[in-house]
T-cell receptor
């Protein structure tokens, strides 16, 4: 199984940059996802990393280091609408080869003016 | 595009009653999942299916049953509802084990009195 850790809550200022970390312990790693979830809504896909390095997508970037079991989501030029929960999910072979994603508990990001 | 559709969106049950949540996807995805989300607990996997006619247990399967008689549908049943099953339930689907992100339905809020 996996052990996925992310901070419970973070706060940041509009226009700033924030980094949300995710650490994991797993076997047969097969990719890491980041999802955004606004209150009362479904999670929506942000990024997917399977190789080491940085993936950039507009204001959002995601980084992965497989050797360290570490990822981060970087949000630039923060906007009020970025206030949401950010979910880290790891896919590995612990489900007998079915590669089912397991989610961390999520990080609640509060952006204030 | 409908994507992933869950019914019903809201339901209130009395302890001991039974009900079924229906999930339907129109993306021809092989994999389907049922998660529950509770405050501070993140998304926890109840059951999943890797193809029509197959199901498997996730992290928290007790008190739930599932069926995948058709590729596009994944049903979650509660035979005898308990207050501990009060939660928000999310269905998701994905292409397969190594590819593609999860697409989520809008969620079903279930309250058991």
């Amino acid at each position: 199984g996996q052990n996925i850790d992310q901070p419970t809550e973070m706060t940041a200022t509009e226009g700033a940059i924030v980094q949300i970390n995710c650490t994991y312990q797993t076997s047969g790693f097969n990719g890491l996802f980041w999802y955004q979830q606004h209150a009362g809504e479904a999670p929506t896909f942000l990024s997917y990393n399977v190789l080491d390095g940085l993936e950039e997508k507009g204001r959002f970037s995601s980084f992965l280091s497989r050797s360290k079991g570490y990822s981060y989501l970087l949000l630039k030029e923060l906007q009020m609408k970025d206030s949401a929960s950010y979910l880290c999910a790891v896919r590995d072979s612990s489900s007998g080869g079915s590669y089912i994603p397991t989610f961390g508990r999520g990080t609640s990001l509060i952006v204030h003016p | 595009n409908a994507g992933v559709t869950q019914t019903p969106k809201f339901r209130v049950l009395k302890t001991g009653q039974s009900m079924t949540l229906l999930c339907a996807q129109d993306m021809n995805h092989e994999y389907m999942y049922w998660y529950r989300q509770d405050p501070g607990m993140g998304l926890r996997l109840i059951h999943y299916s890797v193809g029509e006619g197959t199901t498997a247990k996730g992290e928290v399967p007790d008190g739930y049953n599932v069926s995948r008689l058709k590729k596009q549908n994944f049903l979650l049943g509660l035979e005898s509802a308990a207050p501990s099953q009060t939660s928000v339930y999310f269905c998701a689907s994905s292409q397969g084990p190594h590819t593609g992100e999860l697409f989520f339905g809008e969620g079903s809020r279930l309250t058991v009195l």
